[in-house]
Antibody, heavy 120, light 107 residues
């Protein structure tokens, strides 16, 4: 059974960089059939797509965040990562990593989510 | 960006009721639509994709339909475990966008 697990600091200071890692177990990231992505959800609000990566070189970003976001993957470790720079309180959210089918880009497996709070 | 508008934003219903939630896209999305269920403190769960295809393991009381810009999620007979928030998502073009959510509450 595929599992995804987010890890990283739960508290980040304003203007600093948020860094999260998603570890994939029970399956390989090198399958050609999937994208791997990040989605976030501010407390009490809806879902916002951040970025997708295919293998380690094909990357897609939400234009609203693109200037501050980097997604990367280390397929040898079965991990992918998110970096979000110059964070503010508006970046406080639960961050989810997830897998989507390459053809039907719906997210079928999700991590449990990690709450990241931006505060001094 | 394609805007996804769900209606209603909230809904009260009883066990056994038939419920329909609507999602409207700001432009045609060729059935590139998924529906998710989210319970408090949990990650979203995929229910349907390609507008009407049921994800493996999802009960058949969930169904989806639609084309072009208008899509619906129907729960044929509400069960206690169905009270949750539901989101639609379009993947026709990037950026991928979600509806604002429909909160389904017990009447």
């Amino acid at each position: 059974q595929l599992q995804l697990e987010e890890s990283g600091p739960g508290l980040v200071k304003p203007s600093e960089t948020l860094s999260l890692t998603c570890t994939v177990s029970g399956g390989s990231m090198t399958s050609s059939s999937y994208y791997w992505g990040w989605i976030r959800q501010p407390p009490g609000k809806g879902l916002e797509w951040i970025a997708n990566i295919y293998y380690s070189w094909d990357k897609y970003y939400n234009p609203s965040l693109e200037s501050r976001v980097t997604i990367s993957a280390d397929t040898s470790k079965n991990q992918f990562s998110l970096k979000l720079s110059s964070v503010t309180a508006a970046d406080t959210a639960v961050y989810y990593c997830a897998r989507s089918d390459y053809t039907d880009q719906s997210y079928d497996y999700w991590g449990q989510g990690i709450l990241v709070t931006v505060s001094s | 960006d394609i805007q996804m508008t769900q209606s209603p934003s909230s809904l009260s219903a009883s066990v056994g009721d038939r419920v329909t939630i609507t999602c409207r896209a700001s432009q045609g999305i060729s059935k590139s639509l998924a529906w998710y269920q989210q319970k408090p403190g949990k990650a979203p769960k995929l229910l349907l994709y390609a507008a009407s295809r049921l994800e493996s393991g999802v009960p058949s009381r969930f169904s989806g339909s639609g084309s072009g810009t208008d899509y619906t999620l129907t729960i044929s007979s509400l069960q206690p475990e169905d009270f949750a928030t539901y989101y639609c998502q379009q993947y026709y073009s990037t950026p991928i966008t979600f509806g604002q959510g429909t909160r389904l509450e017990i009447k």
